[in-house]
């Protein structure tokens, strides 16, 4: 099943809460995953890197099996 994804960049409110409009034709229920944009760890990682955690933060499977083998993976590169 193909699902779509929906990638904003959003800016905290007065009271530090953030709002996301979400388009009719998309589902009621959503995993979020909140990366910030100028986050030290991020900077630190190469191109490869980068791509490796955009990779697993996009996955959006509730695959428990799946989930463990990409957790191991990306600890591998842990700072």
Not at 10 to 21: E, R
Not at 38 to 45: A, E, F, I, Q
Not at 53 to 69: C, G, K, R
Request: hydrophobic share 45%.
């Amino acid at each position: 099943m193909r699902q779509a994804v929906l990638r904003e960049t959003l800016h905290v409110d007065v009271n530090h809460q953030l709002h996301i409009g979400v388009p009719a034709n998309m589902r009621t229920e959503f995993e979020v995953i909140l990366m910030p944009l100028h986050s030290k760890t991020v900077d630190k990682l190469n191109n490869d890197e980068q791509f490796i955690l955009a990779a697993y933060s996009a996955v959006i499977e509730n695959d428990l099996e799946e989930d463990a083998v990409w957790e191991k993976y990306v600890k591998s590169y842990s700072i």
